[in-house]
């Protein structure tokens, strides 16, 4: 069994987490810290987890997670920079769902996300958890950065079309549609359910943190510079990402069997028949990205549509996949999970 | 292993027994017909299935259940009392989700449904089929009325009181608001998006059909006839039924303590901390009725709020939860789920 | 044309008073002040009235609200009880939409809000602005208290059969559902969209500040005090308050009748046909409270359906109405609005 | 007074059209028709209109809507071109909020629409009624067709771009997100509720009925045919489309002055200051398009942002701007509604 520890985990991808830990056959969840909240059980903050997580919060002191084999940090941006490098020091695997690993470039990184860089040293181990373009290097990592929501939507719908360099990757258009536990837990009042329902709108036209990740990794993939318009918005569901992804084609293929292809080894990533329109419900509460690829009307544009659950595919379902590749266990031990719909 | 047979199966009540026997460790999903989809893949009508159930609608003919040791009717009202009796006959043992068994007197039950029953006299022999209430009867029963979602909340909020005879039976209330799920999967402008979003309202005060089914059980528990009042109404959400409970005290009693004891070995009724609400979104996709007692102001009146997914605990996961002791499997197989939250 | 002022006014019933009033033919609105937003412009908060309100937020200095013939509160409690007897020294009439003058005892008034009152001598001079109880004192008033959004709703249902001696009045039942925005424009994580979306529960079960406003009133209707079992529930809408009221019967009338005449000369009440279930979204938006009246199974429970949009009727609409009775203008004027359906 | 005509009626369009007409001061309605519900009170069928429309539904015979000065179409497409001429050969003006008359070549509209076109020859004097482009030919025009939802949002937004020469034609692309409310109140699986509610997806990719008729529009303003790739998606929201719009620029521009300038005039349509992202529900009940222009990262590709009530707008709103043309009358009569937030 892999002794597993949390640190964080009050927000959305913590409950997600524990979640999926909770059951998880391979894995015993060893610990879960929080400054804020010690002394409170996880079940009471989380009552769907009653009778299925039975520890407390405890504050993240130094031996608190001695003993885990592996750490997750579900915690805001910034945080796991300090605290990886003691735990990794002390042989313990780390898996980060936040920001601070993913970005390999410095300089980059400290003006997209406005604070100085804590542990740049750690940059070069660390290996980008996207398992369908880095499964090796997962495998043998002992600090893996967990790939944003947005990315992993934008990325796994472009590589594709950008590794078989059949577009133009001067000017790919990701038009990304989130839900709002995307957000997180945080109170802010532009999240309130009275701002937030029966709403649709951008936000970040002019720039998002997640577009330097994007560009950083279809660039690896192009082996060039790529020119990216990222626009999110902010739709009225709980979780799902829907990404609309627009490409000029520059060769010629046949697209759907280019998709099926690339991914016909992946159990999280699900081609779906030409002419498909996966809808975000279709991937609520389990690990899988639905991808369909169009060319309207026989256009030079291909419109790929690409579908995610944010929480899941997108944070605490590609955590747990990067840890079961990571310690060697079968890649969907417990994330085997089948979507809720309705 | 089991062999599992589903009559229907287009609606929510099948694919959510579809989600939950597809994951079953001891059951194998033999057959589904559908008199209109004959042909038509699961999992091309319910995406979320996609790589998980692979089989084909077939039509109803005698043989497709063949070879069953189980068949689930997720079939509308009346279908059931036509075609249970030969699957009996054949040794298969039936379980349904619709309301053909539930009212043992047959003269109401033509009154509520408005149609003549098929088959009364396999009424006699069929247990309904709440755990917590007929637990060994299940285990013996050929034939099972799965109880009603209304029903499965209300009657839970309401036995120990009853039981006990601490409240006055004559003038119960219970004020149900359920998830638009409840109202299946048919298309009716009622329940169009545009017109159950952002709406609330009641419904059907004049009566109800799961009125009878709740008097019925709660005058068992009583030992003589109640007086019942309940108003059901529709409430923006997907899922969830929270039933609010309101009677009169008639003696005293420590009342946690009478519904701790009460639920005290059932894995599926968690009483909750006193001055608890349960939300809906706890149990959310899992098999479970959350249950939390008030007394405002220290008033003779008690309230209670019990809060059930209508799809899993109000409907397929209690009729899996009634198949696992109908063939003495582990009673919590397969619907052993952690519910989704947020 | 009436000169208006505002007080507060940066949350849900400030934006709703002044699209209120941005369009009332009597009245001119000369200021709004706010602490926080000093200098900003309301129509840069409130994009909605882009074009329609150009004002800015000022201080709220001493003459800020000079020349005003009328002030609203649209403050948090605790606010108008400190600023009001200098605006009704300096000849202003005042409109609270906030509790402070809404209990007539102070003490129980304390108790439920937990400070200390800063002016108990206003109290009675108060009027609790209820047009369809008091109108012909509110018309002479120079300070009204607006009542709740709640004690709205459910006293409009219940008062024909409380006045009119018909229902046992010690067990009175309100079962009440509200949207999220009765919860205001604070950041609080309970009112998040990924917390309130998909989701139901009661609160404050063991007491809510609405409950001794409801007695109170009640009670002056039944010329007793009155008992009352009040439970809230979170739902998630926008707007829309949906009470459902139990009261035994201990007489006998024609409830449609009973109702009808009580309120034939209301504008703002429309008792519904017999058996009609009104919707919350048949008042998005409008001024009106719709009822209707039922007597399920001819039993001796009768159910009461009452529903209003809890930002209009239940605040900023019902205050203007207010205004309208004050001023002696057309008790209609600015709030003849057309819900907005679907 | 205006005399005016309803046909149809019974859908979203037309309980708008019924909203908007019921306060509209220099319009008297007439006569509504429906085939379906001859008799049905307005207000019975439509509780949010009782106590504001006091007519029933009337056979669509020869005599019901003669002595009307306009009549409103809002039926299914294919039913005013059967019946437009008879009116219009009797003096009464017709406004179509169908797409009977929206595309000038008959061809292209009979391949899209699926049907015969019953009156080719009124396309000629038919008006296309946007304001915005063609409000001198409104003024004078007998038939009008209303543009669609999608197709007024997109236009409104390309428009002073393509209009400028500023940008490719060849390559443009709409990323547009609709309420529900635009599939209209038919009985459709697909927008149940449960279906609809936390869900979100693309649909006709391959071919949307909006897509010729912004193209048409789009063409006259460039004087050349242009390229669109054009892809619809439903959001779980009642009312509002917001358009995601990007185009590559050829030229320079101050692009904030360029909006500004272009509808410097138009009370229907805001341009927000630049780096606003508009909300759908800052014209949620109102007659507004509102815009803001983005080039993110100082790159080549502007991105539009373009938000409209689908039902107001996008349909009833417009119709009653162009009736106000048409009889010249204030344009902005009866539909200056400030917007419902939140």
């Known amino acids: 069994m892999i002794k597993a520890g949390i640190v964080g985990g009050t ?12 059951k998880h056959p391979d894995v015993r969840l060893q610990a879960i810290t929080s400054r804020s909240e010690v002394g409170t059980r996880v079940s009471e903050m989380f009552p769907s987890l009653r009778g299925r997580v039975d520890i407390e ?7 608190a997670l001695s003993g885990c084999d592996v750490v997750f940090f579900a915690t805001p941006n910034g945080i796991a920079m300090k605290e990886a490098k003691a735990l990794l020091d002390a042989g313990i695997r780390v898996i980060d769902l ?53 990315p992993t939507a934008v990325q796994l719908g ?3 079309l950008v590794e078989a360099g059949l577009v133009d990757t001067d000017h790919l258009i990701a038009d990304a549609k989130s839900g709002v536990s995307g957000a997180g837990k ?5 999240f309130l359910f009275s701002e937030a329902a029966d709403n649709f709108k951008a936000y970040g036209v002019a720039g998002h943190r997640h577009l330097p990740e994007i560009r950083q990794g279809l660039s690896i993939a192009a082996k060039q510079p790529v020119g990216l318009t990222f626009v999110p918005h902010l739709t009225p569901l709980i979780r799902g990402i829907h ?8 060769g010629d293929a046949d697209l759907q069997q280019l998709y099926e292809s690339r991914y016909a080894n992946e159990c999280f990533v699900d081609v779906m028949p030409s002419g498909s329109h996966p ?4 991937v609520r509460g389990g690990n899988v990205c639905r991808i369909a690829v169009h060319r309207p009307q026989d256009s030079g544009t291909v419109v790929v549509l690409s579908v995610i659950d944010n929480l899941v595919k997108g944070a605490a379902g590609q955590a ?3 840890m079961n590749i990571m310690f060697g266990l079968q890649e969907a031990s417990g994330i085997d999970i089948v979507p809720l719909l309705p």
């Not at 919060?57 to 031996?63: D, E, L, M, N, Y």
């Not at 740049?120 to 990592?141: C, H, S, T």
């Not at 945080?186 to 532009?190: I, L, P, R, V």
């Not at 990404?243 to 520059?250: D, F, G, P």
Request: glycine letters at 8%; hydrophobic letters at 40%; proline letters at 5%.
């Open 11 to 22: 927000g959305y991808t913590g409950v997600e987490l524990l979640r999926l830990l909770a």
């Open 57 to 63: 919060f405890v504050a993240p002191s130094a031996g």
């Open 98 to 150: 936040a920001a601070d690993f993913r970005i390999r470039d410095v300089g980059v990184w400290e003006k997209w996300y406005g604070m100085q860089h804590a542990c740049p040293e750690l940059l070069e181990d660390a290996v980008y958890g996207l398992p369908e373009v880095n499964r090796e290097k997962i495998a043998k990592a002992n600090l893996v950065a967990n790939p944003g929501c947005y």
């Open 158 to 160: 472009f590589l594709p």
């Open 186 to 190: 945080k109170a802010e009042t532009g």
């Open 243 to 250: 990404a609309t992804l627009y490409a000029q084609l520059t």
């Open 279 to 282: 809808e975000t419900r279709s």
């Open 320 to 322: 747990v996949q990067n």
